[in-house]
């Protein structure tokens, strides 16, 4: 129903920015949260961050507070993740991902997330 594609992601030193781009087709209408996920070599997938559809609502992981932004823009389908002063650490693929219903609050678990795309490298050096 939905489908995402992520884009932007690259080797980047640390202390540098990344903007990470996903695009979603499809039926769009069932779109609703949006979120960012990543999964680092030997780790579980975890959530950085998540909006909801007004966009007034946002979630960041304590890791990334503060140096990452989340935002969206419903008129072109679209969520980014502006990665700001980024760390070796951040170092993983990044997932974009969608709700297909509404909540009342932002979620932050995977288990709520129905369309996945198919990740986006992201590579911090130091």
């Known amino acids: 129903q939905v489908q995402l594609v992520e884009s932007g992601g690259g080797l980047v030193q640390a202390g540098g920015s990344l903007r990470l781009s996903c695009a979603a087709s499809?039926?769009?209408?069932?779109?609703?949260?949006m979120g960012w996920f990543r999964q680092a070599p030997g780790k579980e997938r975890e959530v950085v961050a998540a909006i909801n559809w007004s966009g007034a609502d946002t979630y960041y992981a304590d890791s990334v507070k503060g140096r990452f932004t989340i935002s969206r823009d419903n008129a072109k389908n679209a969520v980014y993740l502006q990665m700001s002063s980024l760390k070796p650490e951040d170092t993983a693929t990044y997932y974009c991902a969608t709700t297909s219903r509404a909540y009342t609050i932002v979620q932050v678990t995977d288990r709520a997330y129905d369309y996945w795309g198919q990740g986006t490298q992201v590579t911090v050096s130091s």
């Open positions: 499809g039926r769009t209408f069932n779109i609703y949260a």
